[in-house]
């Protein structure tokens, strides 16, 4: 079965420092892996994901993320914090790229003036 | 072109009550799926449509069914509400069969408490 723990459910960083989200996940298949951002009282925003190829993988807001295979790691990051990042953050894996997709637990990022 | 929709955006319903929530999927894809969102945890899968049929379901009761129309939207209807049923429901849409290419995309979703 496959599920996914994102270390850390709260992160705070300060405005303009690297912004480092961590997440693993279990599959039994090659993933389909995804980092999702929610806003307060708003839905799932995608920030980026991965399927095939290429494992460093570049998302909105300048977010990117590694496929690191033997880790079995999916690290979400960032170079520099900015106030409006401030949000939940989800990592999720799916079997395939219109399956039923499995979310982790969540990371609340605060950005520190 | 419209992504995916649901409404109502929010609702309040007394315990025992059925509630009804509806979603159209972004245009050209034919595969719903919803989940249910607690307050502060990550949503969870309740079930998948394709071809007006459940194809997949997680770990949610009976009282969770749905339907799927021909028009590739769907509802999904929960009865005999309880206290813990109060969440956020996420409607998402997909294309059966898409490539890497494709994308899962979530509504906004639809702002359920159960008084």
């Known amino acids: 079965a496959q599920s996914v723990t994102q270390l850390g459910s709260h992160v705070s960083v300060s405005e303009g420092a690297l912004v480092l989200l961590r997440c693993n996940y279990s599959?039994?298949?090659?993933?389909?892996l995804f980092w999702y951002v929610q806003y307060p009282n708003q839905g799932l925003q995608l920030l980026l994901k991965?399927?095939?190829?290429?494992?460093l993988v570049k998302g909105i807001n300048g977010f990117e993320a590694e496929f690191k295979k033997s880790e079995t790691s999916f690290h979400l990051t960032k170079p520099s914090a900015h106030m409006s990042d401030a949000a939940e953050y989800f990592c999720?894996?799916?079997?395939?790229?219109?399956?039923?997709?499995?979310f982790g637990p969540g990371t609340s990022l605060s950005v520190i003036p | 072109d419209a992504g995916v929709t649901q409404s109502p955006t929010h609702l309040i319903k007394t315990r025992g009550q059925q509630v009804t929530l509806r979603c159209s999927p972004k245009?050209?894809?034919?595969?719903v799926s919803w989940y249910q969102q607690a307050l502060g945890q990550g949503p969870q899968f309740i079930f998948q449509?394709?071809?007006?049929?459940?194809?997949q379901r997680g770990n949610f009761p009976d009282r969770f069914s749905g339907h799927q129309f021909p028009n590739y939207s769907s509802e999904l209807n929960v009865n005999a509400l309880l206290l813990g049923d109060s969440a956020l429901y996420l409607c998402?849409?997909?294309?059966?069969?898409?490539?890497?290419?494709?994308?899962?995309?979530f509504g906004e979703g639809s702002w359920l408490t159960v008084v």
């Open positions: 998402a849409s997909s294309l059966e069969g898409g490539g890497s290419g494709n994308t899962i995309y």
């Open positions: 599959s039994s298949v090659p993933p389909y």
């Open positions: 991965y399927t095939t190829g290429a494992t």
């Open positions: 999720a894996v799916s079997e395939t790229s219109y399956d039923k997709v499995i």
């Open positions: 245009s050209g894809h034919d595969t």
């Open positions: 449509y394709y071809e007006e049929e459940e194809r």
